[in-house]
């Protein structure tokens, strides 16, 4: 039985085997371009995942491109103080890799961290990671029927190509008038200066998401001045969260099923959220009441009540976890600045009421580029096409997976694929299954190629729409769910427990099979 030990030395046997780490040349003794059969982006629960379940069928020929010199990719990149997951880690973790020894319900940031360092030791991924490997262009050959990969190393051929680069990987900056000019220090929350002391500065925090509801109650204490521009409330409810205790976690090491019990009773739990976001919208009153009650109980002034009260509907934007943001908030030196802000000076942010409000330092916890990453651009499939000329009117793709006119291009949680209400292992263990049946069908039919019929694609993506209207999320609020038309090309618009069904078996008839290139002079 595979059980990790995070937490407990991880990275220290992580560096130990340093030498396991790949530094394989791009060519071949005969100066030849080499060639990989399978070739997957990103070390974080998605890259790291594929290579797991191939490497438990039995495949070899495959690797793991990563642009950084670490694994974990959100759980690498966000260091910021406080983060951790928002799903309880018993259901936040492998289905396959059970960790017995979660410190707590919600375990903070460097414990998920060392335990996909431990999940890549265990399962002997390590020899198949090329670090520091920026993919920069992949370019699909007709003639060759297979990708050219250029990285910021080499350049190789492979047959598949996965892309597990992460939806929530590339910080995004607001767009504020003069803020190029601010003179103090200005980070993003994924990128914390951990070598910038806060005690006694005043900090300007932009954003009240998921990240920001984690760290700022772990600088107000030591800040002289917290200035927390808000533009909508999110709503917030308790997150009860609590160390295991060392009895539990002897009985999940003796008796794995206990764990898995509690991790069933976890996801049926979480599950039971996507009836008020999906189907009855009504149930989730009883859900803005206990918010509302949890805001009650900790704040007392009811003016500032006001301004962290929400106004649309709950589930329409994330909602959040949290014990100690509201109490955080209420302390003296925080203020909440609901008047957008007009423009950034060289020390000061200003608000649309003319307010100029002081600060050293500005953090934004202000998201990512979800609909509009950067790596759609380097990705071509046939004729050239990128995939993000391919998504110039909004990002799809069949089951978040597969695209027309990029054969043997697989997405792992791409659109439409996130939750609002559960873990997103379960969607990337989802589409894991999927694949390797994929890749079972292209080995018996003898495949070289597979595609993705296109109106299959767009007949998933007209179902996938038409369900979404109907949900919460379409209820009228503004969140980076949608795209820039509106369009919630993000969420999966349903009970995750039909997107494991839908994608359980590969549904060849869906797609086009190629026979393997047999070149004309042999
Ligand atoms: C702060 C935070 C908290 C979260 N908490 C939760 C939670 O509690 N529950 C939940 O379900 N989800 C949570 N999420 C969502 C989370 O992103 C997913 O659950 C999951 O970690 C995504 O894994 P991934 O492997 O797909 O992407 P990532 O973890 O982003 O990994 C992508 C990897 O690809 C690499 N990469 C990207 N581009 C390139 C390139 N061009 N070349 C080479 N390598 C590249 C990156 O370096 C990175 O290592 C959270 C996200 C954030 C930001």
């Known amino acids: 039985m595979f059980q990790v030990f995070a937490g407990s030395g991880a990275r220290k046997k992580y560096a130990d085997d340093e030498q396991q780490r790949t530094d394989a040349p791009d060519q071949s003794a005969d100066g030849e371009v080499q060639h990989v059969h399978i070739c997957i982006l990103g070390t974080g629960f998605s890259g790291l995942g594929m290579a797991i379940r191939l490497k438990q069928r039995g495949y070899k020929d495959f690797v793991v491109l990563e642009k950084a010199e670490d694994i974990g990719g959100t759980w690498r990149d966000n260091t910021y103080p406080g983060c951790a997951c928002d799903i309880p880690s018993h259901l936040y973790s492998f289905s396959f890799a059970l960790n017995p020894n979660w410190s707590h319900m919600y375990s903070p940031q460097r414990e998920i961290q060392a335990y996909l360092c431990d999940c890549a030791q265990h399962f002997g991924i390590l020899p198949h990671i090329w670090w520091n490997n920026e993919l920069r262009d992949a370019s699909w050959s007709d003639d060759e029927q297979r990708w050219h990969i250029t990285t910021s190393q080499r350049e190789f051929t492979t047959d598949i190509l996965i892309l597990g680069n992460g939806p929530l990987s590339e910080p995004a900056l607001p767009h504020i008038s003069g803020i190029e000019n601010f003179e103090g220090e200005i980070f993003h929350s994924a990128k914390w200066r951990h070598d910038l002391d806060l005690t006694g500065k005043r900090v300007a925090v932009i954003g009240t998401g998921a990240s920001a509801i984690q760290f700022v109650p772990q600088i107000q204490p030591k800040v002289a001045h917290l200035a927390l521009f808000q533009r909508t409330p999110p709503w917030i409810v308790p997150r009860l969260d609590h160390p295991i205790s060392e009895e539990k976690k002897r009985l999940y090491r003796l008796l794995p099923f206990t764990q898995r019990f509690v991790r069933t009773r976890i996801y049926l739990r ?10 009855n919208q009504k149930a989730m009153e009883k859900g803005m009441q206990f918010a509302r009650e949890h805001l009650t109980r900790q704040v007392a002034d009811p003016e500032l009540r006001a301004k962290l009260t929400p ?4 589930g329409c934007k994330r909602i959040l976890v949290s014990d100690d943001f509201y109490p955080a908030v209420a302390q003296p030196n925080v203020e909440v600045i609901t008047d957008h802000i007009s423009e950034v000076r060289t020390r000061s942010v200003v608000t649309e009421d003319g307010q100029e409000h002081e600060v050293d330092v500005i953090i934004c916890g202000t998201g990512f580029h979800v609909t509009d990453a950067r790596l759609p651009q380097c990705v071509r499939g046939r004729g050239g096409q990128t995939l993000a ?12 997976t597969a695209v027309p006119g990029f054969p043997n291009l697989f997405l792992l949680i791409g659109p439409n694929t996130g939750l609002g209400h559960n873990s997103m292992v379960y969607m990337i263990e989802s589409q894991l299954s999927y694949l390797l049946d994929c890749f079972r069908t292209m080995e018996r039919k003898q495949a070289q190629v597979v595609e993705i019929r296109s109106e299959v694609e767009a007949a998933y993506n007209d179902e996938v729409q038409q369900r979404m209207q109907k949900t919460v999320w379409a209820s009228g609020c503004v969140s980076w769910y949608l795209d820039a038309r509106g369009r919630n090309t993000t969420l999966w618009p349903g009970f995750t427990f039909e997107f494991r069904r839908r994608t359980r078996r590969f549904d060849r008839q869906n797609y086009d099979l190629l026979p393997q290139y047999i070149p004309l002079t042999t």
């Open 270 to 279: 979480q599950e039971l959220t996507a009836l008020g976001m999906v189907y």
């Open 311 to 314: 106004h649309y509907a709950m």
């Open 389 to 400: 000329d391919a998504w110039s009117e909004s990002i799809h793709a069949y089951m978040g």
